[in-house]
């Protein structure tokens, strides 16, 4: 960087590349670049990166699609510090996000309501099967259990090899979710039942004198099947709607917003929300 004297008051300053806050934050968040990796390129100070990327005002979308399709989910960054996000399948738009301290059925409500209150037609809500969130929309809105996490409830109950008969057919029929339509799932689950009802309800006394069941997880993946299936074909009597099956869109989405903030550990609560409402936009 060269240095010039000012001929008529001498003061002495220098020409050459100013930092743009815009560009570094650009390459902050979609070039992976660390605060040391950045002040190594542009010849300055940590202190001087840190300094261009706070002056940085993220904007956030004000333009939302009027027909949506809502995926929402909540992803954490430690145990009391998440962003739980709603995005529309149909644009891949985030339509509203909120930070949490815990995932609960009330701040989802609140978000349904925020995304309406924009304006905003929903015509479907796609999630992970929390208990009581499907009741809380009563008949109002269409309502997708994600038969991915439906998948995985049943794998934690069964493992993904189980060892008894009545375990591995149940595992085989749970597999066949997202290839079949619920007629077809549901008669294949009663067989199973009818084949099974015997093996499931055994009991046996424990040392108290009280009786208990044998098979207490093949009877809660049974039973979880059970009490998800009206929610599990919705997208199958709704084609028209283009309703997906599963949350994989916004899991995707919280795959990639980790893997760039992993290159930029440590960062506080502030920089790490304003890194996620870039991010997001939302």
């Given at each position: 960087?060269?240095?010039?004297?000012?001929?008529?008051?001498?003061?002495?300053?220098?020409?050459?590349?100013?930092?743009?806050?815009?560009?570094?934050?650009?390459?902050?968040?979609?070039?992976?670049?660390?605060?040391?990796?950045?002040?190594?390129?542009?010849?300055?100070?940590?202190?001087?990166?840190?300094?261009?990327?706070?002056?940085?005002k993220?904007?956030?979308?004000?333009?939302?699609?009027?027909?949506?399709?809502?995926?929402?989910?909540?992803?954490?960054?430690?145990?009391?510090?998440?962003?739980?996000v709603f995005?529309?399948?149909?644009?891949?738009?985030?339509?509203?996000?909120?930070?949490?301290?815990?995932?609960?059925?009330?701040?989802?409500?609140?978000?349904?309501?925020?995304?309406?209150?924009?304006?905003?037609?929903?015509?479907?809500?796609?999630c992970?099967?929390?208990?009581?969130?499907?009741?809380?929309?009563?008949?109002?809105?269409?309502?997708?259990?994600?038969?991915?996490?439906?998948?995985?409830?049943?794998?934690?109950?069964?493992?993904?090899?189980?060892k008894?008969?009545?375990?591995?057919?149940?595992?085989?029929?749970?597999?066949?979710?997202?290839?079949?339509?619920?007629?077809s799932?549901?008669?294949?689950?009663n067989?199973?039942?009818?084949?099974?009802?015997?093996?499931?309800?055994?009991?046996?006394?424990?040392?108290?004198?009280?009786?208990?069941?044998?098979?207490?997880?093949?009877?809660?993946?049974?039973?979880?099947?059970?009490?998800?299936?009206?929610?599990?074909?919705?997208?199958?009597?709704?084609?028209?709607?283009?309703?997906?099956?599963?949350?994989?869109?916004?899991?995707?989405?919280?795959?990639?917003?980790?893997?760039?903030?992993?290159?930029?550990?440590g960062?506080?609560?502030?920089?790490?929300?304003?890194?996620?409402?870039?991010?997001?936009?939302?």
């Amino acid at each position: 960087m060269q240095r010039y004297k000012c001929a008529s008051c001498g003061k002495i300053f220098q020409a050459g590349f100013r930092l743009d806050s815009d560009t570094i934050w650009h390459e902050y968040i979609q070039g992976k670049q660390t605060y040391s990796q950045l002040a190594a390129k542009y010849n300055c100070s940590i202190k001087t990166i840190q300094r261009k990327i706070d002056a940085v005002k993220t904007v956030r979308l004000t333009i939302f699609p009027s027909v949506v399709n809502v995926l929402m989910d909540t992803t954490y960054f430690g145990r009391k510090f998440g962003v739980m996000v709603f995005k529309d399948s149909l644009t891949g738009s985030i339509l509203f996000k909120q930070y949490v301290k815990q995932e609960t059925n009330q701040l989802y409500l609140k978000g349904i309501e925020e995304i309406s209150r924009r304006g905003i037609k929903i015509q479907s809500i796609i999630c992970d099967g929390r208990k009581g969130l499907f009741q809380l929309f009563d008949d109002r809105i269409p309502m997708q259990m994600c038969n991915f996490h439906q998948v995985a409830i049943l794998r934690r109950y069964l493992t993904k090899k189980p060892k008894m008969q009545a375990s591995k057919e149940l595992w085989e029929h749970t597999l066949l979710l997202t290839n079949t339509d619920k007629e077809s799932f549901e008669g294949g689950l009663n067989d199973w039942y009818i084949k099974w009802e015997n093996f499931l309800n055994e009991r046996k006394t424990d040392e108290k004198g009280t009786k208990r069941y044998v098979h207490k997880k093949l009877r809660s993946a049974y039973r979880s099947l059970k009490t998800n299936l009206p929610w599990l074909f919705t997208w199958y009597y709704n084609i028209d709607l283009k309703i997906p099956n599963t949350t994989n869109a916004i899991d995707g989405h919280f795959a990639n917003l980790k893997n760039k903030l992993r290159n930029h550990n440590g960062l506080s609560i502030t920089r790490k929300k304003k890194f996620i409402d870039e991010f997001f936009k939302a």
